[in-house]
């Protein structure tokens, strides 16, 4: 919903003495008008006049929130920093379609949480409403971008997911002075901005510089009969080796996350494990659960004296790995190799690059009394690893 009350498109708009934004408007005191003055004892000649405080808002910045209920007047507040980019969609083409490049399209869609690559390759049209919202927010976000309603549409754990996404977006493409209006204050830790209007009470807060997202509570459970929920989900096949050990992750009593994992077969590795299938629910994506799930696996199986070994052809999280110092490149790492399985998108044989790392956090992580080994560790096992 608008801040319809203060828009100012049919409104006198003006300055006062200390620089405010006042904004009037006459309305006819009918019949209708004045029934609502007699019955709440109420008065008024018809002539309207709102003031709004103008933000003194620091003139360089990453992301800049402006938050406080409908009808406080964010949207006008908004106008100071910027015109929102009217987007349109052919219903032709795929999202993935819509941008400058191939490369930029798959770069823009991620960074904003939007990890369901068989959904980019669909119209705007039949997306869900938060995929859309996702498929809107990757056009729009680029330096001085102001953007209205934000996450008003989307459930609130898309809302997260999505505030995270952008705050990463702004820091890792360097964008500046993005401005962002909501009426929901549960973004705000999310979203990290560098700076806070609130309409309600009119003060601006300035943050620092250090990004603390909060953490959420998973309840990981090992089941076997919860594949079928995620199998469409998953970027590439939705078909599952039944030996497979599958585990489940639960966000309060939603489960939003599914990974399994296989003995790998080989002649010179021992006790090693490969992963088999790993897929976060779409109004999940962007929070890391991904990341945090095959690392749970890698954390239990080198626990247990065992090694873990992933491939992936998904960009985001094969890049990942690549700057981790959590996990190690193999030699097959970023090679070419022909994918010919079909899989839920019916593909056709083509060369595809594949990212394949083992999962290494942790080596040595005592020393040989069974003392915990630090950064600093001079213990015979830390000297050889450096």
Sequence with gaps: MKDFLFSDDQMDVSKNADNDIVLKSTVEVDESVQYVLDKFDLQSDGNIETVIKRIKAPSLFGV?????????????????????????????????????????????????????????????????????????????????????????????????????????????????????????????DWLQPDWIYDTLTETLTLRGSLRQFPKLEIRIYEDKSKWKIFAKHHYLDGAINKASFQFVAYLGNDPVGFISYLPLPSGTLKNAWREHRLVVMPDYQGLGLGKALTEWVGDKLRSEGKRFYSKTTHPKLGEYRNRSDKWRNTGKNGKIRTNNTGGSMNQKTRNIKCYSHEYVFGDYLFTEDGVPCDLFCECKKCKDRK
């Excluded at 770069?107 to 705007?124: T, Y």
């Design 64 to 188: 800049g929130l402006i938050v406080g209920p409908s009808g406080s007047g964010k949207s006008t507040l908004l106008k100071e920093f910027g015109k929102e980019e009217a987007i349109t969609w052919d219903n032709a083409k795929a999202v993935v379609s819509h941008f400058d490049n191939p490369k930029e399209g798959t770069e823009k869609l991620m960074s904003v949480g939007f990890n369901s690559v068989p959904s980019w390759l669909k119209p705007f049209h039949v997306l869900s409403t938060g995929e859309k919202y996702r498929c809107l927010l990757a056009r729009q976000l680029k330096s001085n971008a102001v953007i209205d309603e934000f996450t008003s549409v989307v459930d609130r754990n898309v809302a997260k997911s999505m505030s995270k996404g952008v705050r990463k977006s702004c820091d890792k493409d360097g964008l500046r002075n993005v401005v962002i209006c909501s009426c929901h204050y549960d973004i705000i």
